[in-house]
Each structure stands twice: as C-alpha cells, then as structure tokens.
C-alpha cells in the first residue's frame, strides 16, 4: 500500500499516545494523528485544546484553528484556557504535541528569535502554549521537517525546555517529563544514554542514516538497534483514510 | 439600570486612549473584536501595550499601522500564515516604529491576568521553568516554593490589569449583561482585571434573555463600560454558532503584507477608506453572508424553576 510521507509522520505521531492517554492535541498534522490513534489502539485518549476544548472523537471537519465552529461542537467541554492547561501543571496531561522552527541536540525547541534577542535576525511567533506543554507534559513529542538549519547544536533561544544541557539539568531547573521522541520527515529521533542527547531511532523507509546525518547539526549517533520505521499498517492507513476524507495528507 | 449602548467610535475614543494596555480579544484564536482594531487604527491611538495570548493578526495589523510600542502575549502572528511580517519588520528593523517585547507563554499570560482579576500580588508557576521567557522577560522572579521540604524552584508572575478589555459576545442586553459559550480562552480573566470592558455584541437582547440563563453570563453588566452592536464584528475570526471562519481573508493578508508597501495597501482598501463596521459589512457583502452559520444546534433546556 502506498502513503505520502506526511502519512507515514502521521502514524508514528499515533503510536505515540497510549489508550486512555490525555493528550494537548496541537493543530494539523498531530489532530490527524489523535484521530488515528482513537480508531485504531487509543479508543479512551483524550484530547486537550489550550483555547478551553476537550473532546473525545475529533472534530468532524477539517479545522483551520483549534477554535474553529467544528471543534466546539460536541465537545466534551468547552471551557476556559485555565482549566485545560492547569491540567498540565496539576500532572494529568500524559503527552503533548508541538512544532518548531529549531530544535537542538538535547530537544530544546525555539519558536521565538533567531539571533539576538535585542535585534533578532527573524522574528518567530513565540511559544503560546508550547513552553506550557514542553515544561509541563509527561511526554513530549516534537514534529518537525528535518532541515540542517533547524537541527542545530545549540537553539539560540529556549522557548520549550527540552533537557536543557542535558544530563540533569531539567530536573535541576524544577521540572519533570521531557522530549519523548522527535518525528521528522525523514526519522525519528529518541533521547538516550544520561547525557539524554537525541539519537537516531529509526530511519523512516527511502531514507538512510548518512543522509539523516547531514541533515542535522550535530553529530547524531544512531540508538543500539537501529531500525527501519515501521511503515503504516492496514489498520492504520484505513483510519487515516476514514479521517482525512479530502486527501489532505495523501 | 444604565443604558450602555454606543457605536464603536464612541466607546473607543471615550475609553482608550494613547499609552494604554489593552486586550483585543481573549479567546485565543475565535471571537477577536477586528472590528475594534480598525476603528483603533482609523482614530490613529498610539503607543499601546497590547496583550494578548494569541490574538491572530490583530496585533500585527496595530503593529504596522503604528499604534503598537509594546507587545505583551504569548504568540504574534497569523494563524493561517505562520509569521507575522509587521512584527518581524519592526522587531528586525524597527518598521514602522520599534516594539518592545514582554515575552509570555500561554500559562504565564493566563497566570498574570489572574492574578489581575483577585487582586493577587503574583501567582507562583512551574511552567516556564528552564525557559527562556523567563530571562528575556524582566518582570518574572524566580523563587523557592516555601511550604516544600525538598528545593522546589518556581516563576513568580506579576499581575496584569490592563486599561481596557475589548471582548465580542454572542449577545449582551443594552446595559452590558453578556453571554458567552464556546471556548472561552482567557476572556473572563481578562474581562475582570482590566479597569474598563467593551463589549462586541453580535447580537442585542432583551435584558430577560440574558437573566434567563445566568450561568451562561460571562460578565455582568456593571463591570461594562459599553456595548457596541457589531454583528459580524469578529471577522475574520469565527464565533461559535454566529460566523466561520474567514480562511481566506487570513491568507490574503499574510500574502500582500509580506511586504511594507502591500501592507499599507491592504490598510488603506480594508480600514482607512472604510468608515466604520456598517461599511465594512457592506463590503464583504456575499463574503460575510456566506460566513454565517445559519443552522441551529440548540443546547438542552437549562431550567431555573424555583416550584
């Protein structure tokens, strides 16, 4: 069976939330991916939208932001942004999703500046709910295309702590959970060893570890075991289709 | 009680003035009152501090169109697009002015406009510990939680309490009783700290209405310093069970204001030569009719029955 890339991103996104997992959902790419987890073996995830939404079954039409008409409709509960991203800091939130413009060796993500801060070289949005999830989510999942200029060695700014420095300097600075996985367009990357650096999991398939290397602005080591990702089973890609009826991500 | 019924040009040059902090929405990316952001533009406001967590484009158009010295929020930008270009434009080359920057993230923002609506002197977070909003943004502290045995590091978050909230509802009666449904991002915080709220009314009711379902009241009408009637004052934002959203008048901005000239374009044919929200309907015409949602998906009946 054939799938796009996107498809094969939307998948590992999927097999990243547990059945019963409460989930901050995020927009595009990650909805698609809640969606396929609940229908195929996540039926009881949860999902969480900072604007004040919760929801079981995703919306039924496409959104263009999580605020949108389709998202409140049938909602499980349509409330303040206090009480859905207080469940964060009350430790009920198991995973997040979020994006970003660069992420460095030891997952910490900028969405803010590039450059100086006093006069920055390009002027990013900013966090807005994405510092929350990084800080306070037990499982962090960053989804990003794997360019050379967004995997640096070092973020010029730390919107969403990764582990930092690495090593214990996020549990240092008060906080728990942390990066779980990275899923790019071309692999997926997992932090390991006590240095808690991101390595190489698996390479997704078409694509090779050299190249996945040049990619990257670090000296990416490949994880003991490094595998081929698996790609989207029967199962999966028939979800899928069921959501994504338009062929958005085909 | 006080009739608080003005047209939009009133109820801004009467409760905003030059320097101010205000909040032009609060619900993240629905219910923005773009209808209030033209007129701030049009009476030409300046030096504002804008708050917001996310308020779409709304900031970036006051920011291009000079009426922004400070930004203070989460997140600018434009849903649809991605970056905002008058906010890069200013931030990396000070055009058309420079804008200082109070980084905040969503929780941090939703914490100090808390703290502004009790009355607390700051509220203690463990969000954006090892974050670098923390450090960019002096007003942060960072302290030990005292009633912890073990060293518990946490940000202490000033409060916030802006000049003016302006808010759209779904309906309000003529003395600013309000209801909202849908989610409601920050908009009841930031309808209680700030000192003065004006109300987009899509709708205007009865004042029995409003008393009948009194859990729905998002704010009561004496904390209200005015209620415009704008139906259709939030587009291109959506508003639950009133308006989609406009997609496409998103990307068409984020599209002509990547450059200074197609901004100021923008500005003149959407804002400057429009007078007011009467002619702006008028001029989206068939675009806003098509917006409407015209079905009805009624909640179940709420009752209040005392016998």
């Known amino acids: 069976m054939s799938y796009s890339t996107q498809e094969l991103m939307i998948v590992a996104a999927a097999r990243e939330i547990a059945d019963g997992d409460v989930v901050f959902v995020g927009m595009r790419l990650p909805i698609v991916a809640y969606g396929v987890a609940r229908l195929t073996h996540a039926p009881n995830a949860v999902g969480l939208f900072e604007c004040g939404i919760v929801r079981y079954a995703p919306a039924g039409a496409v959104l263009y932001t999580m605020g949108d008409p389709p998202n409140q409709m049938g909602a499980a509960w349509a409330t303040g942004l206090i009480q859905v991203m207080g469940q964060l800091q009350r430790g009920r939130v198991d995973a997040g999703f979020i994006g970003g413009a660069e992420i460095d060796r030891f997952g910490n993500i900028n969405t803010s500046y590039i450059g100086d801060i006093a006069k920055p070289r390009v002027k990013l949005p900013g966090s807005g709910g994405a510092a929350d999830i990084a800080a306070m989510a037990k499982r962090l999942i960053a989804i990003m295309n794997h360019q050379k200029r967004r995997f640096v060695e070092k973020v010029d700014y730390v919107t969403s702590p990764g582990f930092l420095d690495g090593g214990e300097a996020r549990s240092k600075a008060g906080l728990g959970g942390g990066p779980a996985a990275v899923i790019t367009d071309r692999c997926i990357l997992r932090p390991h060893g006590p240095r808690k650096e991101l390595h190489l999991a698996s390479v997704h398939p078409g694509h090779n570890v050299d190249e996945v290397r040049g990619h990257t602005g670090w000296d990416l080591k490949p994880l003991p075991g490094l595998a081929e990702t698996a790609p989207p089973s029967r199962a999966e890609l028939a979800a899928l289709h069921a959501i994504d009826k338009e062929g958005v991500w085909r | ?307």
């Open chain 2, 1 to 307: 009680m006080k009739d608080k019924l003005l047209p939009l040009d009133r109820a801004i040059s009467e409760n905003l003035g030059p320097g101010d902090a205000v909040v032009l929405g609060a619900c993240l990316e629905p219910d923005i009152p773009f209808a209030a952001t033209y007129e701030i533009i049009r009476q030409g406001i300046g030096g504002l501090n804008v708050i917001a967590p996310i308020s779409d484009a709304s900031t970036d158009m006051l920011i291009g169109a000079g009426c922004v010295a400070e930004v203070t929020g989460a997140w600018v930008g434009n849903v649809s697009g991605g970056l905002g270009h008058n906010y890069r434009r200013a931030l990396e080359d000070g055009e058309p002015g420079p804008v200082i920057v109070h980084d905040h993230s969503n929780f941090s923002l939703a914490m100090a406009l808390l703290a502004g609506a009790h009355g607390m002197p700051y509220v203690p977070l463990r969000s954006i510990l090892g974050s670098d909003i923390a450090r960019s943004n002096p007003a942060f502290r960072r302290a030990e939680n005292p009633f912890s045995e073990a060293r518990e590091p946490v940000v202490l978050v000033p409060p916030l309490q802006p000049d003016l909230a302006v808010l759209p509802v779904q309906r309000a009666d003529r003395h600013g009783n309000a209801h909202h449904w849908g989610s409601a991002g920050l908009i009841q915080e930031s309808a209680l700290a700030a000192e003065k709220v004006i109300l987009l009314a899509d709708e205007i009711v009865d004042a029995e209405v409003i008393a009948s379902d009194p859990s729905r009241v998002l704010i009561p009408g004496y904390l209200v310093a005015a209620v415009c009637h704008l139906p259709g004052g939030a587009h291109p934002s959506p508003m639950t069970g009133r308006w989609r959203r406009d997609n496409q008048f998103f990307e068409d901005y984020h599209r002509v204001s990547r450059t200074r000239d197609g901004f100021l374009d923008w500005l003149r044919e959407w804002v400057l030569e429009v007078p007011d929200h009467a002619a702006y309907q008028k001029k989206l015409s068939q675009r806003l009719d098509d917006l409407r949602i015209t079905g009805t998906a009624p909640a179940a009946i709420t009752s209040y029955a005392v016998a």
